[in-house]
């Protein structure tokens, strides 16, 4: 489709919500949220984080969605509209987050898919040192670069297809799907020996550990936040820019957040009574402690490899819509600006992410160190951007668009300007800072 040819736009009115659910529901609620919690220290994270998604997300997600429809445009193209000059980089920024997230979130979908069949076939091992060896040679080499593959090849097929017949309807069976799964194993695992001990740890945070690690807890409960919204990175943008109608966005937002919010939550009241029953440190850090303690309590459980297959094969399906929006950044830009057409960008975009994944389907340190990047450092970087440029210099603009669809705001409208322009750009400023440090730690 050439750049003259009428744009696309969602077919129902319900498509753009569950769109956005789909790509803000993903591995950011399922494998990432649980081992934040884990690694910042339980309730105390979960805490700042749930503060976070209020008082940053939910401006911060508007903040994406007014550009978005405002322009009708990719994220460069949009920035290029409305700031000009030098702000088109910051489009460029956002475009290079989703090409670097992208590459590893595939190689950990690929576990999922992985993991899935694992307990089909053979069922989990219940030991956790089998279970820890057996993730070293089923996460990295070349099982991890092949299931990467074969992950990759499905989302570039769907994106191919394009919005209307591919990622809107693969998005309304995915998320129906996924609430019931999680609410059905969260119920199940409330049963368990452990869950009092995982409530307690989950549910009742200690003001002493925030007290003495706010300045790790403060940049990953950001980070997180952003992540598991999809924002920071043009998503919204993108998925708003397919919007015709006037919408309600604040209602729009308040329904994406509240989904993407409640299975994260509730995610964490399956992992942990799992965890706890089966007598893992839910502190374990990094990107595969998931994986393999999950699995080692799969692998303890009656009916484990059923329970297991069920939840790992929902994270597969949930992965897809995430990456499916995440893809779509890239693509919708290609489409938009150059003259080609959409199944050829899809598939030249997915296969250089297909290889820029392969180092981290090589070797989980690196997979670390790619996430810890573009989490803590690219999406709020490109994110604290665009909330500086809209909220100083276009609010007239950004206030005018939300108020189509919802009618004058009144006074709400300079509150939503002033809390971007302060509390959220600060909150960014400091969680960069500390992350960088982190980072380079
Ligand atoms: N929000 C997705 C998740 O939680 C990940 C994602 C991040 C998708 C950024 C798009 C953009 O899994
Ligand atoms: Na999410």
């Keep these: 489709m050439a750049a003259d040819s009428p744009r696309e736009q969602w077919a129902t009115r319900v498509g753009f919500i569950f769109a956005a659910v789909g790509s803000a529901v993903g591995l950011g609620n399922i494998w990432r949220f649980p081992f934040q919690v884990g690694q910042e220290g339980g309730a105390a994270f979960l805490l700042i984080y749930l503060l976070f998604i209020v008082l940053i997300g939910f401006p911060a997600m508007l903040v994406e969605f007014v550009v978005g429809r405002h322009t009708k445009r990719n994220p460069v193209g949009a920035l290029k509209r409305i700031g000009g000059g030098v702000w088109q980089y910051v489009g460029w920024i956002f475009i290079a987050t989703g090409f670097v997230i992208l ?112 300045q790790s807890i403060l940049p990953a409960a950001a980070g997180q936040a952003f992540f598991t919204l999809s924002l920071g990175m043009g998503v919204m943008i993108t998925y708003a820019s397919y919007l015709d109608e006037d919408r309600n966005l604040a209602e729009d937002g308040a329904i ?77 830009y290609v489409v938009d600006e150059r003259d080609v057409d959409r199944a050829t960008a899809a598939l030249v975009i997915g296969g250089a992410i297909f290889l820029l994944g392969i180092p981290s389907a090589y070797d989980l340190v690196l997979l670390d160190l790619f996430d810890l990047f573009a989490d803590q450092i690219l999406l709020v970087f490109g994110g604290l951007l665009l909330m500086i440029l809209v909220s100083w210099s276009l609010s007239e603009l950004a206030v005018d668009e939300l108020e189509r669809g919802i009618g004058d705001l009144g006074s709400l409208g300079p509150v939503w300007i002033w809390t971007v322009r302060l509390l959220v750009v600060l909150v960014l400023i400091i969680a960069l800072v500390l992350g960088i440090l982190d980072y380079y730690e």
């Design 256 to 332: 994406i957040i509240g989904f993407d919010t409640a299975i994260a939550f509730v995610t964490g009241l399956i992992v942990f009574p799992i965890l706890f029953t089966a007598g893992v440190d839910p502190a374990d850090p990094g990107a595969g402690a998931i994986f393999v303690s999950l699995a080692a309590a799969f692998g303890d459980l009656t009916l484990g490899w059923l329970i297991g297959a069920v939840f790992f094969g929902t994270v597969a399906i949930a992965a897809l819509s995430s990456a499916i929006s995440l893809m779509e950044v890239v693509v919708s």
């Design 103 to 214: 590459s590893y979130y595939s190689v950990v979908a690929g576990w999922t898919i992985r993991y899935t069949l694992l307990g089909l076939q053979d069922g989990y091992l219940g030991d956790a040192a089998e279970a820890e060896a057996q993730f070293v040679t089923l996460a990295s080499g070349l099982d991890a670069i092949l299931f990467h593959a074969i992950f990759m090849a499905i989302v570039i097929a769907i994106v191919a297809v394009g919005i209307q017949r591919g990622i809107e309807l693969a998005v309304k069976v995915i998320v129906p799907a996924i609430v019931v799964i999680t609410v059905g194993l969260a119920i199940y695992a409330a049963t368990l020996a452990g869950a009092g001990d995982a409530y307690s740890y989950y549910l009742s945070p200690e003001w002493g550990t925030i007290a003495a690690e706010w």
